[in-house]
């Protein structure tokens, strides 16, 4: 009887299966952020980072209780987020739920200086999650928006000029230019001085330009868009170097040959030793010319012009006399 009870017992325990200890509720600890970046832009220090959505054990995170976001001084080394959390500033966000935060803080009251950001995020229970990334970022006097941009088309390119908003030293400009039906403006130069010569620029092409002030990581906000379309205008250069030789029927003309790109054709003028010039002939890019309407025991004066393809004309070059034997 006691052997059939206990293996009865036995059979009991085999057919049900064992739940074990509850487990403990879960904490519901956020995760921290990893994102956190901060930059200069203006008068702001503008600061951006990700509220993740899910909590340390995997669980949705769908509200918040409280948002621990601070800056302030850089401590001596070692860091220690403890030492550096009680001597830094909070820094007000509305934000209640998981998601991208972008808030910023005034430069000034950080100028010459270099902080550290971070920030932990609470649940409802006010637990909170581990410091996020800590962002360390040198903090200069504001950046002026550049003013007073210029633009003036030259033959050397388009002339950029701008009002000095900092005028101290340190600072660089960038120079962001849209051409044509471009969707977005490309940076083409960063500069010392508040002048840049676009020597890129194509006639009869609009372009817009915008500039931005930069020292160490802080940008000053963009410039007001300034656009410039140039028309050609100018003249190619006076011909240099012109010389006539006379034979028995003729003059040959030669001079070295005008560099610039648009040249089109060269202008021949021909006087009296008093009289004023007179074209003669248009002749095609090759730097020489053959002058057959001529008498003997006349002197002739010959000076050259050059032409770009706007009609543009240079002016005269040196004159040349010569005497026909």
């Not at 074990?20 to 519901?28: E, M």
């Not at 921290?32 to 832009?41: E, G, I, K, M, N």
């Not at 009002?163 to 600072?171: D, E, H, L, Y």
């Not at 817009?208 to 050609?232: F, K, N, R």
């Amino acid at each position: 009887m006691r052997l059939a009870l206990t293996t009865l017992s036995i059979l009991a325990l085999t057919g049900c299966a064992y739940v074990g200890d509850p487990l403990p509720p879960a904490l519901k600890i956020p995760t921290p952020v990893t994102d956190l970046s901060a930059r200069q832009v203006g008068p702001d220090v503008l600061i951006s980072f990700t509220i993740p959505d899910k909590t340390m054990e995997g669980l949705d995170q769908t509200t918040l209780g409280g948002l621990d976001l601070k800056i302030g001084p850089s401590p001596a080394q070692p860091f220690n987020p403890d030492t550096w959390s009680g001597a830094a500033r909070s820094v007000d966000s509305t934000a209640k739920a998981p998601g991208k935060v972008e808030t910023k803080v005034p430069a000034k009251d950080w100028a010459n200086q270099e902080v550290i950001l971070g920030v932990r995020i609470a649940n409802p229970k006010m637990r909170v999650s581990p410091w996020s990334n800590f962002v360390t970022l040198k903090v200069v006097g504001p950046l002026g928006k550049p003013d007073q941009l210029r633009a003036v088309a030259t033959a050397a390119g388009i002339e950029l000029d701008w009002a000095q908003t900092n005028p101290r030293p340190g600072i660089t400009w960038k120079i962001f230019r849209k051409a044509g039906t471009d969707a977005e403006p490309v940076e083409m130069a960063i500069v010392k001085a508040s002048k840049f010569t676009d020597i890129g620029a194509s006639y009869d092409t609009t372009y817009q330009y915008t500039v931005q002030a930069v020292e160490e990581a802080a940008i000053s906000e963009i410039s007001e868009p300034l656009g410039i379309t140039p028309v050609d205008t100018f003249p190619p250069i006076a011909p240099l170097g012109l010389s006539a030789l006379a034979g028995p029927s003729a003059v040959q003309l030669s001079w070295e040959r005008n560099q610039e790109t648009d040249l089109a054709a060269y202008r021949i003028y021909r006087a009296s030793p008093t009289g004023a010039f007179t074209k003669i002939a248009e002749s095609p890019t090759a730097a020489n010319y053959r002058d057959a309407a001529i008498a003997n025991g006349q002197t002739y004066r010959y000076a050259i012009a050059a032409l770009d393809r706007k009609g543009n004309e240079s002016p005269k070059s040196a004159p040349v006399e010569i005497l026909i034997p």
